[in-house]
C-alpha cells in the first residue's frame, strides 16, 4: 500500500514527459506508471503538468549583507514565499564577516534555519576571512560535515577576498572536495566609476547600471576562469548579466576549464531602462550585476539553450522598501548606498514557466532541468530535483492554463513589493509536495516552521578537480 499516488497527471521531468501516476512512500518517490495499486491518500493530478520542486541554489535569507544590513526575510518567510512559488528546496548564505570564526557563522545560522524553515535547505559558505584556523581548520572540518560550496565575492568593500587569498580557498576547496562559486566582478573598475559619476552629481537609481560597468563583469570573470584553470578547481559563476560574460565562459568551458554558471529571471526579464523608474520603485529594482540590454538577454538564452549556462537561480536578495532596507541611509541616499537585490524566490518559477512552457522558449524539461535538476545535481543534492524513485517526493502540480497579472504587494515573503508588478504569466503552481506532504493547495499553505531539513551536500561531479593543473606542478 503506497502512502499517496499522484494520478492522472502529465509529468515532465528534465529528460522524459508522458502521462504517468506516481508513488509516494515514506516521503520519497516509489514508482511511475500506471496501474500502481492501492494507496492511502490520491491526489488527483488531472489537466495539470506535474514537475519536480524548484531547486533554488541562490537566495539570501536571514542574512547580513557585506554592508551590514539584515535581510528582510527570516526562513520562515522566505520559504513560504519559495512554497507559494512552487521552490521547495533552498540554498542560501551563511556569510562570514571578517573577525568571526567561520565554525561559528554556520553554526549560528544553521539554527536559524532548523526553527524558521518550512522546506529543505543547505548552505553556501561566504568566505571572506581565512586568517587563523578559518582556512586551516574550520574549512575543511565544515566540507566533510556536507558544506560543499563556498562563495567568494571579488568586490564589495567588507567581504572581498584578494587573488591570493582566493586562490588559498581554491586550493583547499580542491583539496577536501567542493565548489566555489562567485560573485565576480571588478572592484576597482565598479570603485571608479561609482566615484566620478557621485562627483559629478549622478546620484540616482537610474545611474547604477553605469557604476557597474560591463567591463566590471567580463574581467572578473576572465580571471576566474583563468584561476579555475591554473588550480584545476571547479567554479561556478554566479548572475551572468551580459554577452560577452557568457562569452567569457563559453570559450573558458572550450578550452577544458572546469566552470559552471547560472543566470537570473531579472537578467532575462528586465533590462536597464526599469532604473528610469521614479523614486523609490528604481531602488526596489537596484541589483549587482545590474540588468542589461536586449541583446544581452538574447544572448543568455542562447547560452542557456546551449548548455554554457546550466542554473537559472532567483538571487533573492529581499529589502524592504523603507528605512530597514532600501532606505536605511535615508530616502535620498546615492544609488550606491542603496542595499542590492530584489525578491526573486517566489516568482523565479512562473516566470520561467510562463517563457519557456507557456511560450515554448526551449521547452518544459530545459525548464525542468534549469530550475531543479541541473542546481540540485550540481551542488550534491542527491535526492533533490527529480521525479524518480528513491528521489524525494517534492513534487509540483502546475496549472498550465490560469494566468496571473502581479500586483504591487502580492507576494508572501516580506519585502512588501513586488518587483515584476503588472506583468501577466500564464501557468501556476497549484498544489507542492514536500518529501511527500501536500505543503501548499490551492494557495494555502500547511507547512510548519522547522519541517525543513538541512541537506548535507554529497561531493558531485561538478566538484571533481582538474587532476594535472598548472598548479600542481611544483618541481619544474
Ligand atoms: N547582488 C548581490 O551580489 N547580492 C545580493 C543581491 C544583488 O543584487
Ligand atoms: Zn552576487
Ligand atoms: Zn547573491
Redesign the pocket.
Known amino acids: 500500500m503506497h502512502d499517496l499516488l499522484i494520478e492522472g497527471g502529465h509529468v515532465v521531468t528534465a529528460t522524459w514527459s508522458g502521462d504517468a501516476d506516481i508513488a509516494v512512500t515514506d516521503g520519497r518517490v516509489t514508482a511511475i506508471g500506471s496501474n500502481l495499486g492501492p494507496a492511502t491518500r490520491r491526489l488527483d493530478a488531472r489537466d495539470r503538468i506535474v514537475m519536480p520542486g524548484g531547486v533554488d541554489t541562490h537566495c539570501?535569507v536571514e542574512q547580513i549583507?557585506g554592508a551590514g544590513l539584515m535581510n528582510a526575510d527570516t526562513f520562515e518567510t522566505a520559504t513560504r514565499s519559495a512554497l507559494h512559488g512552487g521552490t521547495t528546496t533552498i540554498v542560501s548564505f551563511a556569510a562570514q564577516h571578517p573577525g568571526k570564526r567561520l565554525r561559528t557563522v554556520v553554526d549560528d545560522y544553521q539554527a536559524l534555519a532548523a526553527r524558521g524553515a518550512l522546506i529543505d535547505h543547505a548552505f553556501h559558505m561566504i568566505v571572506s576571512d581565512i586568517s587563523g584556523e578559518n582556512l586551516t581548520q574550520d574549512l575543511p572540518a565544515l566540507i566533510a560535515e556536507g558544506h560543499r560550496s563556498i562563495k567568494i565575492?571579488t568586490t564589495?568593500d567588507k567581504v572581498r577576498l584578494a587573488d591570493e587569498a582566493i586562490l588559498d580557498v581554491l586550493w583547499s576547496a580542491r583539496e577536501h572536495g567542493a565548489l566555489v562559486c562567485f560573485?565576480a566582478e571588478n572592484d576597482g573598475l565598479i570603485r571608479w566609476m561609482t566615484r566620478r559619476l557621485l562627483d559629478s552629481g549622478r546620484t540616482e537609481a537610474r545611474f547604477h547600471p553605469l557604476s557597474h560597468p560591463r567591463a566590471a563583469e567580463v574581467e572578473a570573470l576572465g580571471r576566474m576562469c583563468l584561476f579555475a584553470e591554473f588550480t584545476g578547481q571547479p567554479i561556478m559563476l554566479?548572475?551572468i548579466s551580459t554577452r560577452e560574460g557568457a562569452e567569457v565562459v563559453r570559450t573558458a568551458q572550450a578550452r577544458g576549464v572546469p566552470v559552471v554558471a547560472e543566470t537570473c529571471p531579472h537578467y532575462l526579464f528586465m533590462q536597464e531602462d526599469a532604473l528610469k523608474l521614479p523614486g523609490s520603485a528604481a531602488a526596489g529594482l537596484?541589483?549587482?550585476?545590474p540588468q542589461r540590454r536586449a541583446d544581452d538577454q538574447q544572448a543568455l538564452w542562447d547560452a542557456l539553450d546551449t548548455g554554457v549556462l546550466q542554473v537559472v537561480s532567483s538571487?533573492h536578495?529581499p529589502y524592504r522598501l523603507d528605512s530597514t532596507g532600501k532606505f536605511a541611509h535615508g530616502p535620498d541616499a546615492p544609488f550606491n548606498r542603496i542595499?542590492?537585490?530584489?525578491p526573486g524566490l517566489e516568482l523565479r518559477l512562473p516566470l520561467m514557466f510562463d517563457a519557456m512552457v507557456s511560450q515554448g522558449r526551449l521547452g518544459a524539461q530545459k525548464f525542468v532541468d534549469l530550475t531543479a535538476t541541473a542546481p540540485a545535481a550540481l551542488f550534491g543534492l542527491a535526492t533533490k530535483g527529480r521525479i524518480e524513485p528513491g528521489f524525494d517526493a517534492d513534487i509540483v502540480l502546475w496549472d498550465p492554463s490560469r494566468r496571473v497579472t502581479f500586483g504591487a504587494d502580492d507576494l508572501h515573503d516580506a519585502t512588501g513589493y513586488n518587483p515584476y508588478a503588472g506583468r501577466t504569466v500564464t501557468g501556476w503552481p497549484d498544489t507542492v509536495l514536500s518529501r511527500g506532504d501536500v505543503v501548499l493547495a490551492q494557495g494555502q499553505l500547511d507547512a510548519l516552521p522547522g519541517r525543513g531539513k538541512r541537506l548535507a551536500m554529497a561531493r558531485s561531479g561538478a566538484m571533481e578537480p582538474v587532476a594535472d593543473a598548472p598548479a600542481t606542478r611544483l618541481d619544474g
Open positions: 539570501h549583507s565575492f564589495y560573485h554566479f548572475h537596484i541589483c549587482s550585476p538571487d536578495a542595499a542590492n537585490g530584489m
